[in-house]
């Protein structure tokens, strides 16, 4: 008999449970890489084999050379055949050490696309897939002729961060060239991006050989960025089924994800449409289930768990074995998250009949209902907004950095 397939997933965040526990429902052994300060969060741990801590460095970071060094001491006895980055941050950490043990998976090269968003957005305009202006923060004369030529507002944005920490909106020549100066030695960390207003969509998907097998698109009620930066509270709805916009979201993430080189993932898009012009641009993407619980808005629609199919995906794929999609309903969601005042919020009032999860975190209110009606879904969504608002919302900064 074959000896079970060995997994080892790497995560910065506490997030993955749902992988871990499907994972090992496959038969697999688990190992989890994780922070040292992260050893207490609830892990399933009657899923996880063993645990490998990690002590971050005072810049919140892993020294990869020890990382290394420690796995290569674990490998002597342990086989490890697979390795799976389950946050953004883990995606470069991931391709590193496959490369250095020559582990099958995505290497550093393609990792790039979905880590660096320069990268990203240079390879997608040379696949011909439409990106809002950009340039790299290197040279001045450059940058210059970037400002004469895509007029602001402007969006600095950090090369390797994710979701909205580190962006910053500029709306003139002299404020952007002080925030470029303010980021000194740093500033080739960043890009510039021309700020296009528009409606923004994330879309969900499942890649196997190189081919999208499951795709589920939304929109963003309220933007990360305008959610981070403004204090707002957090929603997303599904989009109409078999609509334009459905279609269009659809096949820009299928672009995409093959000019990137995809082969098996979970993925998460970001894809704005402009309102000056009505086209679609790309935004960002990422070799991952998308965070803020969209996964629990995506389950409730389509009926698809994304950790627990990613898992079944990259066991089947291991093994040399078919994989089969379960069967795709089609409800409409909608996801509320909001920080809240309250350490513990009471979630009484999340009552409706739609209501089929609710956010049982520290100083975090929020849930996910379900309709067949996306009217009905809206409805509860702004209902909700409103109850949040008045009796819970909190906010607070948009960190710099990420918080780990």
């Known amino acids: 008999m074959a000896r079970p397939l060995t997994f080892l997933c790497v995560s910065t965040f506490f997030k993955g449970n749902d992988f871990m526990r499907a994972c090992k429902e496959q038969g697999n052994m688990v190992y989890l890489l994780t922070a040292k300060k992260l050893e207490d969060k609830p892990w399933v741990r009657d899923s996880i084999d063993e645990f490998f801590y990690v002590q971050e460095n005072t810049q919140g970071t892993y020294d990869m050379q020890h990382v290394i060094a420690g796995l290569a001491h674990v490998m002597r006895d342990r086989p490890i055949d697979r390795i799976v980055a389950l946050d953004d ?3 470069e950490k991931a391709a590193l050490l496959r490369e250095h043990f020559r582990i099958p998976g995505m290497g550093q090269t393609t990792a790039r696309y979905f880590r660096d968003k ?27 002729d970037f400002i004469q030529s895509h007029p602001g507002p402007w969006m600095i944005k950090p090369r390797s961060e994710a979701s ?17 100066h303010s980021l000194g030695d740093r500033r080739h960390e960043h890009l510039v991006e021309q700020f296009k207003p528009g409606h923004v969509y994330h879309v969900d998907s499942l890649t196997l050989n190189g081919r999208v097998v499951f795709s589920w698109n939304s929109q963003y009620i309220a933007p990360p960025f ?53 086209q679609y641009y790309f935004l960002e993407t990422s070799s991952r289930v998308g965070g803020a619980h969209l996964s629990n808005m995506v389950e409730a629609s389509s009926g698809i768990n994304l950790w627990k199919e990613w898992a079944r995906l990259e066991t089947a794929v291991a093994r040399g074995e078919d994989f089969k ?13 909001s920080l809240a005042r309250q350490q513990w919020p009471d979630l009484s009032p999340f009552n409706d009949p739609e209501v089929v999860w609710r956010m049982e975190e520290e100083y975090h ?8 009606s996306r ?25 710099d950095k990420p918080t780990h």
């Open 226 to 278: 305008d959610v981070a930066h403004g204090g707002g509270i957090f929603r997303s709805a599904t989009v109409p089924f078999d609509s334009a916009e459905w279609h269009a979201l659809e096949t820009m993430a299928v672009d995409v994800l093959k000019a990137f080189g995809m082969k098996h993932s979970a993925s998460h898009t970001e894809v704005i449409r402009c309102h000056d012009d009505g």
């Open 365 to 372: 209110v929020g849930c996910v209902v379900r309709s067949k």
């Open 164 to 180: 909205a920490t580190g962006i910053k909106k500029l709306h003139n020549d002299h404020d952007l060239w002080e925030a470029i």
């Open 118 to 144: 320069l990268a990203m957005r240079t390879k997608a305009a040379e696949a011909g897939i439409r990106v809002p202006g950009f340039i790299g923060l290197f040279n001045d004369k450059a940058i210059n």
């Open 325 to 337: 999609l379960p069967r795709v309903q089609r409800d409409y969601s909608g996801i509320i998250i």
């Open 375 to 399: 009217e009905r879904v809206l409805e509860l969504l702004e209902s909700y907004a409103t109850l949040i608002r008045n009796d819970y919302h909190a906010s607070a900064p948009a960190p």
């Open 89 to 91: 941050f883990d995606v």
